[in-house]
């Protein structure tokens, strides 16, 4: 299927159809499809699993930080908190102390 590359390539669906339509002038695709194509596509890379649980699994294989919060039956999420691991850094950092005084600063 041409679609899948470029809906990988996370191009969007209207540069899609622009693009099958510069390569064949007679193509009768219309936006609709391309739309129904890439959701198709997306929805078979997540297999079986709801949006939840397809988040997660990225957020593991990309290595992000992230915390789930359910409440006690454990079927309904409430909060979702992810970060970057760069950005755990960032905050792990001690501040720096300024090197100027305000009278030196304002000469």
């Known amino acids: 299927m041409k679609i899948v ?8 669906p209207k540069h899609i159809l622009m693009n099958l339509k ?6 009768l695709t ?3 499809q391309v739309y129904n194509a890439c ?3 997306k929805k078979s890379e ?3 699993k709801i949006e939840r649980q ?20 454990a079927t309904t999420v409430y909060n979702i908190f992810w970060a970057h691991p760069e950005s755990i850094n960032w905050i792990r950092t001690p501040p720096i102390k300024p090197t100027c005084t305000k009278l030196h600063c304002l000469r």
């Open 5 to 12: 590359d470029p809906t990988r390539s996370l191009v969007q």
């Open 54 to 73: 397809h988040l997660v699994t990225k957020l593991d294989k990309h290595k992000y930080v992230h915390f789930t919060g359910t409440y006690c039956e």
């Open 46 to 48: 997540r297999d079986n």
């Open 39 to 41: 959701h198709r596509f």
């Open 22 to 27: 510069d390569k064949n002038q007679e193509s």
């Open 30 to 32: 219309n936006i609709k």
